[in-house]
């Protein structure tokens, strides 16, 4: 058969088939559905591609379940479809594999929602659990479980209301704000120093009281807690608020638009690659629990998101208008997440009564228990109201403080750097200066009010989270409004967070090696920007990476003695900043990448300020929405009346063209 006869006999049958479906419409008021898709079509913003002509599907078929042939612009066929009968001449299918579900400002039903929150925070949950481990640790208060439950639900409380502020009034995109493993690592390196080691409680109080045979365990216990743990939490507090200020005003005064003209992709690439230097060590220590659990879950997120990306699952729905029918809908690949943790959850709890996991508390299989952590249900109060100033005014501390600083600083690269992924994943412009300056300026204030509440750590962009979006295809800013404000409330409702917190580690382990497995492959995204046949930008990529491997091993190998300025507070704060290879790895790249020649086109500078450069914005043909997604609707419609508005930097009306003016 020639292959141009078929084309116009099928192009053909297809404006038949729309005529016959307007004459319908016109005649019947019970029209029949408009026809589905063929049976290997993906169920969102496909794509019927050859040379230079293309068929497009629209986002509307997952939603309808069905494809109608007013999005049929047109048909060119000349190849075969491997998946047809070889005889068979049938167009050739391109599945676009990054359409969106749902959008930005597109709001899913409520049915919807509530699963889609839940996944997400089954996601969050555990980086506070993480943070408040290590933050006990710091605090020498790692049997002082009552403690723990507090430092939880202070975590969960900030976590829920920076996220609430920072997709209604910050950033705009939806995001996860919470604490993560970089932003607290720094404070478990202060457990090297000597004088920030914590004590054996029976051994302190040798040294301080004498014999301590006479006293009971209650009495040692509280004493150490109000003689150690105490000042630990209150130094850590104030030196957290002082690191927080410090951070707002990087967005307040809008410093991070000066940033952006230094920092670029060369420069961000290897520093959140270099994130992986301590990613894979804790996501390791939660697989080693038990390594068939989580490849057993993990596998499960694999095959629903990606292997069964194509297929959509039949659903049978009944409505009043259509009595019972079936749609189809990518349920398996929505819910992936939290399809496989469910999955893996009860896999533990099977075979925990079955006598497989080892109950020897030195065992690793010992935390792949359901059973283990059953005592944190019981001693968790029904209800928590942490509330600042509750041990305390604030303290402060030189070495916790550096500490924080050196974290701040990595934050705001691991933000700026998360902006431009989550806007990647998305499908929308890269973000514009003001909603980066709006973003950082939220997360400061926050991790502010965090060190008057006392939760010990700050609050970022949490990456795992835009892998999941990347992962279910949903990037609804409704459903992390709706997070934080359900991360709020666990945080009242203490016994059933005590509940979820008894996630078995592997489970947790699972689910994060998908989620940044997923993150970490698109920062190579942002390959794309730059010239990649550039030998100096692969040299300054190359140099960045191996630079800040070697630094933080050659500060570590040679211990304290590895830098005497003679001060100790100066030691302790530059040892802080020569073992973090993402500051290492950062300095490298901004420092070659600002010095050796290059132009702004081929260190990809252009399109990475999409935000002042409009011409770059619009270079990206698959973009879902506009620019509008960063305003904030009420109050840019209030702003645009007065002149003033545009020369605040973390305005949505700011403008930076009009300051330089000025100026």
């Not at 597109?106 to 290590?134: A, D, G, R, Y």
């Not at 605090?139 to 920076?162: D, P, Q, T, V, Y």
């Not at 730059?530 to 491997?549: E, F, K, P, Q, Y």
């Amino acid at each position: 058969m020639d292959a141009s006869n078929t084309s116009n006999s099928f192009t053909e049958n297809l404006v038949d088939q729309k005529d016959m479906d307007t004459n319908s419409n016109r005649n019947s008021s019970d029209s029949q559905p408009p026809t589905p898709p063929p049976p290997y079509v993906d169920g969102f913003n496909c794509k019927y591609e050859n040379n230079a002509t293309v068929i497009n599907v629209k986002e509307e078929t997952v939603k309808n379940g069905s494809a109608s042939t007013d999005s049929i612009l047109a048909l060119d066929n000349s190849e075969k479809d491997p998946m047809l009968n070889e005889e068979t001449d049938a167009p050739t299918l391109k599945v676009d594999r990054q359409g969106l579900i749902y959008k930005v400002s597109e709001n899913p039903p409520v049915h919807l929602l509530l699963f889609f929150c839940f996944q997400q925070c089954l996601l969050c949950l555990k980086s506070s659990i993480k943070s408040t481990m290590l933050v006990s640790e710091v605090m020498c208060a790692r049997n002082h479980g009552e403690f723990k439950s507090l430092i939880m639900s202070m975590s969960l409380l900030m976590s829920g209301m920076c996220t609430f502020l920072q997709n209604t009034v910050g950033f705009r995109l939806p995001v996860y704000q919470g604490p993560i493993a970089s932003y607290v690592l720094p404070l478990v390196v202060l457990l090297d120093v000597p004088q920030y080691a914590c004590p054996a409680i029976h051994t302190y109080y040798n040294q301080t009281l004498g014999n301590v045979s006479e006293v009971s365990e209650v009495v040692i216990k509280d004493l150490y807690f109000q003689q150690v743990i105490i000042p630990r939490f209150l130094q850590m507090s104030g030196a957290l608020i002082l690191a927080g200020f410090l951070h707002m005003c990087v967005g307040l005064t809008g410093t991070v638009g000066f940033l952006l003209r230094f920092i670029g992709p060369i420069t961000v690439i290897p520093t959140i690659l270099l994130i992986g230097i301590n990613v894979y060590t804790i996501t390791y220590k939660f697989c080693s629990t038990h390594w068939g659990v989580s490849l057993f879950t993990a596998g499960i997120v694999l095959i629903l998101s990606l292997y069964m990306d194509r297929w959509n699952m039949p659903i049978p729905l009944w409505t009043p208008k259509k009595k019972f029918h079936i749609i189809r809908f990518p349920l398996h690949q929505v819910f992936s997440m939290l399809i496989a943790a469910t999955v893996g959850w009860t896999t533990c709890v099977i075979l925990t009564n079955m006598g497989v996991f080892s109950d020897d508390p030195n065992s690793p299989e010992f935390f792949a228990r359901t059973d283990t952590r059953n005592d944190v249900i019981y001693k968790t109060p029904w209800f928590i109201f942490p509330y600042p100033g509750m041990y305390g005014t604030p303290g402060f501390d030189v070495g916790v403080f550096s500490a924080f600083l050196t974290a701040t600083i990595g934050s705001i690269l691991d933000s700026i750097a998360d902006y431009y992924a989550v806007a990647r994943v998305v499908r929308v412009p890269s973000p514009p200066v003001h909603a980066m300056n709006r973003g950082i300026l939220v997360e400061g204030f926050m991790s502010m009010m965090a060190g008057f509440w006392g939760a010990a750590h700050g609050t970022t962009t949490y990456a795992g989270n835009i892998g999941v979006i990347g992962l279910t295809k949903v990037a609804s800013r409704i459903i992390f409004q709706m997070l934080g404000i359900m991360l709020m409330v666990l945080a009242v409702f203490g016994k059933f967070t005590s509940v979820l917190i008894t996630i078995p580690y592997p489970v947790v382990g699972g689910l994060q090696v998908i989620g940044f497995g997923i993150f970490l492959g698109l920062v190579f995204g942002n390959l794309q920007y730059i010239d990649m046949n550039s030998t100096r930008n692969l040299a300054i990529i190359g140099l960045s990476i191996l630079w800040g491997l070697i630094i933080p091993y050659w500060s570590k190998l040679n211990g304290d003695d590895v830098i005497q300025t003679g001060s100790d507070h100066a030691d302790n704060f530059l040892k802080m900043l020569t073992r973090n290879p993402n500051f290492s790895g950062f300095l490298i790249a901004l420092i070659l990448d600002n010095t050796v020649p290059g132009t702004l086109k081929e260190r990809g500078m252009l399109i990475w300020q999409g935000g002042n450069d409009e011409e770059g914005a619009d270079q990206d043909e698959n973009l879902e929405e506009g620019r509008e997604v960063y305003d904030i609707p009420c109050l840019t419609r209030i702003l645009k009346k007065y002149r003033i508005s545009s020369y605040i930097p973390f305005l949505p009306t700011y403008n930076p063209n009009q300051t330089k003016k000025a100026n």
